[in-house]
């Protein structure tokens, strides 16, 4: 099978774990029932798109890689069962009879409601058990296992989950790996599809920047945070009742959310010593304090070994997602100084000659620059920068959406970070956003007793970070609520406090 040879030769050890754990779960169903007994919900989105492929490889897994070498991939006898919708976008349905003639699929085509429609179908045919690609944080996971009976008032029958545990990123990871088509809509910046009247572009993925021009989307794999996956899902009026399309989420509408959009930069540690733990990191906690305050969403930071596969792959992975990388550490001529080369190599260019920062290097370090040629001055080919201030000994470098500082404590980096901000400000790429604000409450509620509200306080307010630490196992419970929008917050405090007793959070100080 093409998939599972596509994940058996990827380096995502994270994913080949999650493909593995739904392959057992699609396994251990089809041996507790016959293939007859066993049908599949498909929807046209991308969970039922990812589970379809899993189904596909577990199923031809389970009947023996030799009883299968010969078999047609259009042989797929699991029961597939499509809810058509009038409020369906026509896209939607598109892909799904595509995909339905592309891998054989038996459709059994509903147009009655899900509850009713499921009744007749399981009355008529002896289905027991039904996969679906239910994954945590959609709304109807909660209380779900991999393996749950149905709802009581509901048919009889065994909901079987084999990606309950997986997250946004696992979703887009197999499907990009696996080489997968998928709705088109994705690619218009939809990144959780219902039907027409409730589904827009995520406002977080929105490009271009006029008023007046029509608005683009980015892909929605390459939405970074996929806490926020369910931001297009607004309350949107049909365009024959309004005339146009408002949308409504929660009391955050379109525009706002646009507005408060995010930047995201990352910021990469190269250096052994860090994994070691001889040398702490100073810059990370500094770096992230500074995007913070400028309104940046930092998504992730990273430390990486010493060595030019590691570097690559990390800058790799963070450039394609990120608006800004910032990368620090193994700059310099020592053998473990690797960042420049683990740069070139992410953009597959070579590192060249770069006779103005050599000259720059000359003048810093004078007799010590000998030969013809500074392999410091080698820089990636093509894609560099150099960012010129005047405080600076040597210039910042700059490739494509990539920074790479020269800092090696806190005090050096406020010395680069204020050079680079006016030196940026200048050209829009280190935009100013707009502030983030926060505020914390305290609790001496256990963490059973509110985390079950607290998730869907999170789906409730998809715009805001909703989170929680204790300073001590001993002391109470702090939560944060970060976002753009000081009303937003007072709204999800206010949402929160309804759900328990007077008196049960208290404000206190952020600091």
Not at 65 to 83: H, L, M, Q
Not at 182 to 200: F, H
Not at 220 to 247: C, F, I, Q, T
Not at 380 to 398: D, Y
Request: include cysteine; hydrophobic fraction near 40%.
């Amino acid at each position: 099978m093409e998939i599972d040879k596509a994940i058996t030769e990827c380096d995502d050890r994270r994913l080949k774990t999650k493909y593995s754990n739904a392959i057992y779960v699609i396994q251990r169903t089809l041996a507790l029932y016959s293939i007859e007994e066993v049908a599949f919900s498909f929807n046209g989105g991308k969970d039922s798109t990812v589970l379809l492929h899993l189904l596909r490889a577990g199923y031809f897994l389970h009947k023996g890689e030799k009883s299968c070498s010969n078999g047609d991939v259009k042989d797929f006898p699991i029961r597939t069962i499509y809810f058509e919708s009038p409020s369906a976008f026509p896209e939607i349905n598109s892909f799904t009879y595509d995909t339905a003639t592309t891998y054989g699929l038996q459709l059994d085509i509903i147009r009655s409601d899900f509850k009713s429609g499921l009744e007749a179908l399981l009355n008529a045919k002896p289905i027991k058990a039904i996969f679906l690609g239910v994954r945590m944080g959609d709304p109807t996971a909660v209380g779900q296992e991999q393996f749950s009976p149905s709802s009581l008032g509901w048919p009889p029958f065994m909901r079987v989950n084999p990606i309950l545990d997986w997250s946004y990123r696992d979703v887009w990871a197999f499907l990009l790996t696996c080489k997968i088509p998928y709705c088109s809509l994705y690619d218009q910046g939809y990144t959780s599809i219902g039907s027409i009247y409730d589904t827009v572009p995520n406002a977080l993925l929105c490009i271009n920047k006029s008023s007046g021009s029509k608005e683009v989307f980015r892909p929605a794999y390459l939405l970074s945070d996929g806490r926020l996956e369910r931001a297009g899902r607004v309350k949107k009026l049909p365009s024959s009742v309004s005339g146009h399309n408002p949308a409504v989420i929660n009391g955050l509408d379109n525009v706002d959310l646009h507005k408060s959009s995010l930047l995201t930069a990352s910021a990469i540690a190269v250096g052994d010593e860090i994994l070691f733990g001889t040398v702490e990191d100073q810059i990370g906690p500094s770096l992230c304090r500074k995007l913070h305050s400028f309104g940046w969403l930092v998504s992730q930071t990273a430390v990486v070994r010493n060595d030019i596969d590691s570097v690559a792959e990390e800058v790799e992975r963070r450039q394609s997602t990120d608006d800004m990388v910032f990368i620090y550490g193994g700059v310099g001529p020592l053998h473990s100084d690797v960042t420049t080369a683990g740069v070139a190599k992410a953009f597959g260019v070579r590192l060249a000659p770069d006779e103005e920062f050599e000259e720059y290097l000359r003048h810093l370090i004078g007799d010590q620059c000998t030969g013809d040629r500074n392999e410091m001055a080698l820089l990636p080919e093509g894609i560099t920068e150099l960012l010129h201030h005047e405080k600076l000994i040597v210039p910042l470098i700059k490739c494509k959406n990539v920074i790479i500082l020269t800092a090696t404590n806190a005090l050096e980096l406020d010395e680069e970070w204020n050079c680079l901000i006016e030196l940026m400000r200048s050209d829009d790429v280190l935009l100013m956003m707009q502030s983030f604000v926060s505020k914390h409450l305290t609790t001496n509620l256990t963490d059973v007793e509110i985390a079950r509200p607290l998730s869907k306080l999170c789906l409730e307010f998809p715009d805001l970070y909703i989170g929680c630490h204790r300073k001590s196992r001993k002391e109470p419970l702090i939560l944060y609520f970060k976002g753009k929008d000081k009303d937003r917050i007072e709204s999800a405090i206010e949402a929160l406090n309804k759900k328990f007793c007077p008196g049960a959070f208290v404000e206190i100080n952020s600091s």
